[in-house]
């Protein structure tokens, strides 16, 4: 029995039911007992006035590296969760390219168990989908999905095999898990470092075609359509992507994708004096591509926002683009990022970013929470919607810095979140 | 530190320059070419400067150009090369130059493979860094010496037609040109195959010929760039045999053009590839007038970024800086 919280006088948002209004929050054992007005106060309960905040379903992230094990001076599973809590998520899905690779039941465990050691955000593992990710024969799901596995993944690398991906995918829904893969063709993405364009020819920097991500979106939703598999596109950054995945939608095809914040934000200008903090895989791409992306993830065909949390050591970004690693972290500017340039900017409502940032993403990975219906689990945000700040890296819980909104000024920001009925963050 | 006030600190690339700026390093390496003509090819101007030459690339020709530059100038040089230098034992390209920095330099000459290293290095170091080649970025002193030998020659810039012929993808001699080129109301074009243009060209307000004839029929100026031989090797074309063929500049191909046509060549050349001896040799060609120039516009680039004043680089060849 843990104590019980109520949260009192805030306006709920919970797109799993479409509820927009002001309601308390009753939480008791790890679960929501009930979100109405005016909620008597159970004895000994925690209450929080949340008065003029906003009280939503967790965020949820469908994407993040916490570099345990194999650099923990990078990330550790702890201290991603705390990043995670101190952003407003309450639970992370970690891909598996750490070292060595989690691909098997016994490395699944174990980030289970770091998770469950920090007591902070949820961390759900992804498994491999080939052992030590090398694309050639496949990881045993089965017993990675026993052992808590949500997903299986790749990532950091393309599956390049035609062949292995259509197995994968059969092989997956034996256990009902997506396949989420990082798409691109290695043949035409090698050794690019940012997005093929205008930016990338006065840089001379070689570049990524948009055409390198297309073709495997592309081969994936056919190989979806093939299997019946469910296959889960990662960083969508293309303007062509969203045209394929819209089309293989309306064929009813099971596809679901993701968007970071950076990819809805930024564009391959950031590059501009070679900061590296705008190196990422895939690349900043073009302000259509943005435009298309927004509107995408508005109307659906686009799912989720995902982190692409990747923490990189300060020495490694310290570096000339070339050799600098791809990646930014995200933890912590992610429901900022999104909330002042689609909400504030005018083109999402609250609502709607919720949605993309809690509900649809927890149902994408069929995880619990995304929403605030009496008996599901009490994974909680609460957000000062008001609140201005500015991004200082030095501040984030996360262990590393690299961020591409560093000085950025920022609205709104997680004042409270509760994971399983416990406060993990509290400003 | 010096901060020139023409010039700023570094000179990494022609992209951000001003017009003014080239136009000053230009007339700057005019009274500069006497020196090397002289019986003693020394003047006292960088007396007393340290310079750096880290060359993390093979390079002959540009370096020993500056180092030319360098010691006409009286300056002390010390040259590194990346192999069998702390570099190689993984050293980063940062703490060798705060290393080299602690020995109390004045100026760092840099080529690096990676597109942006000068740059980089510029922000990070108090010396004053000249970009001499970094990836494929930019080249500025080649192409100030390029728009030096061009001027030479036809006594003006502006108005003139010039094509950069072969591997604009992978050259930094094209981009730096290309913006030096434009800034100086050339007008600028370029030709290879498609394989080898970068993307997006065509917005930087260029010309695209994919034929090397319609170029020369177009061109006043065809500045050849080198084909590395690598470049067959990964598949942008699919022989050196054939690049001649198809781009090769001959002097057949410019017999055949309306009008006196100036060949020029960054080096160094490949012979029978995309360029004919006969062109290079023959009458049309400035490319070793190029290579004198390239002395003389280095000069001017030490002497302005070591705070040297344009109207008293001819006092400078007598006595030092002010």
């Known amino acids: 029995m843990t104590q019980p919280i109520l949260l009192q006088g805030g306006h709920v948002i919970d797109p799993s039911r479409d509820m927009d209004q002001a309601a308390d929050v009753l939480i008791q054992d790890g679960k929501i007992v009930s979100v ?68 098997n039941q016994a490395a699944v465990g174990f980030i289970v168990r770091q998770s469950d050691r920090a007591g902070l955000a949820r961390v759900h593992p992804i498994g491999a989908v080939s052992i030590g990710q090398k694309g050639e024969r496949l990881a045993e799901f089965g017993e990675m999905v026993s052992a808590g ?99 293989a939608k309306e064929r009813g095809i099971r596809v679901t994708a993701e968007v970071t914040p950076h990819h809805l934000t930024l564009t391959d200008y950031a590059c501009e004096e070679y900061d590296t903090h705008a190196k990422m895989n895939p690349p900043l791409r073009e302000a259509a591509d943005v435009a298309a992306l927004r509107g995408a993830l508005k109307d659906g065909v686009i799912d989720c926002i995902a982190s692409d949390h990747a923490p990189h050591a300060y020495d490694e970004k310290e570096a000339a683009f070339d050799d600098a690693p791809f990646g930014v972290v995200g933890l912590e500017t992610a429901f900022a990022v999104a909330y002042t340039e689609l909400v504030v900017g005018g083109v999402f409502t609250m609502p709607d970013l919720v949605r993309r940032m809690s509900t649809e993403p927890a149902r994408a990975f069929r995880l619990a929470g995304g929403t605030l219906a009496a008996g599901a689990v ?10 201005k700040w500015s991004v200082d890296p030095t501040t984030f819980h996360s262990k590393s810095r690299n961020t591409p909104f560093a000085g950025r000024a920022l609205t709104g920001r997680a004042t409270l979140t509760i994971v399983a009925g416990a406060i993990v963050h509290e400003l | 530190m010096t901060v020139s006030a023409t ?11 001003t017009p003014e700026q080239i136009r000053l390093i230009l007339d700057t ?43 006409r100038l009286s300056a002390d040089t010390v040259n590194v090369a990346a192999s069998g230098s702390s570099v190689s034992k993984g050293e980063t390209l940062v703490d060798t130059a705060r290393n080299l920095e602690a020995m ?64 604009v993808l992978h050259s930094r001699v094209a981009r730096s040109n290309l913006w030096g080129l434009t800034k100086l109301g050339a007008e600028v074009a370029v030709c290879g195959p498609w394989t080898l243009m970068p993307r997006g060209i065509e917005e930087l307000g260029v010309k695209v010929f994919g034929r090397i004839e319609e170029a020369i029929e177009w061109a006043d100026v065809l500045n050849v760039l080198r084909l590395q031989l690598e470049r067959m090797e990964k598949g942008f074309i699919p022989s050196l045999r054939e690049y001649y063929r198809v781009f090769g500049v001959t002097p057949e191909r410019l017999d055949r053009a309306k009008r006196d046509i100036t060949i020029m060549h960054p080096g160094p050349m490949n012979r029978g590839v995309e360029i004919d001896s006969r062109v290079a040799d023959g009458p049309h060609s400035i490319i070793l007038d190029q290579v004198t120039n390239g002395v003389a516009v280095r000069m001017a680039v030490l ?20």
Request: aromatic share 4%; charged share 25%; proline share 5%.
């Open chain 2, 303 to 322: 002497y302005l970024l070591a705070g040297g004043r344009a109207e008293l680089a001819d006092a400078a060849k007598r006595g030092g800086p002010e």
């Open chain 1, 36 to 103: 109405g007005r005016g909620l008597g106060t159970p004895d000994g309960a925690i209450v929080r006035s949340v008065k003029g905040k906003v009280v939503t379903p967790g965020l949820v992230d469908l994407h993040v590296h916490l570099r345990e094990p194999g650099n923990e001076d990078e990330e550790t599973v702890a201290s991603g969760a705390r990043a995670a809590a101190a952003g407003g998520f309450t639970a992370i899905c970690a891909m598996p390219n750490t070292d060595p690779v989690t691909d």
């Open chain 2, 104 to 167: 109390r330099i004045d100026m760092v000459v840099i080529r690096h493979p990676s597109s942006g290293a000068a740059e980089f290095l510029g922000h990070r170091i108090a010396s004053n860094v000249i970009n001499a080649g970094d990836g494929k970025h930019e080249h500025p002193t080649q192409a100030l010496l390029d728009l030096l030998t061009i001027r030479d020659k036809h006594g003006k810039i502006a108005g003139l037609k010039v094509c950069l012929v072969g591997d």
């Open chain 1, 149 to 247: 596995a949500v997903a299986v993944s790749d990532d950091g690398r393309p599956v390049v095999s035609s062949h292995l991906m259509r197995t994968a995918l059969e092989y997956a829904r034996t256990f009902n898990i997506p396949v989420a893969d990082h798409c691109e063709d290695p043949t035409l993405a090698a050794s690019g470092v940012m997005h093929e364009g205008l930016v990338s020819t006065r840089l001379g920097l070689k570049g990524i075609p948009a055409a390198a991500e297309e073709i495997m979106v592309a081969r994936n939703v056919l190989l979806a359509e093939l299997t019946g598999g469910h296959v889960h596109l990662c960083h969508m950054s293309a303007r062509g992507s969203v045209a394929i995945i819209r089309e």
């Open chain 1, 378 to 387: 009490a994974d909680v945000a609460v957000f000062d919607t008001a609140a």
């Open chain 2, 29 to 71: 390496a005019e009274p500069f070419k006497e020196v090397s003509e002289r019986p003693i090819k020394k003047v006292p101007a960088l007396r007393g400067k340290t310079i750096v030459n880290l060359f993390f690339e093979a390079s002959t020709r540009t370096r020993i150009s500056f180092e030319f530059a360098e010691k």
């Open chain 2, 7 to 17: 010039l700023g600190k570094d000179l990494t690339g022609l992209e951000h320059m």
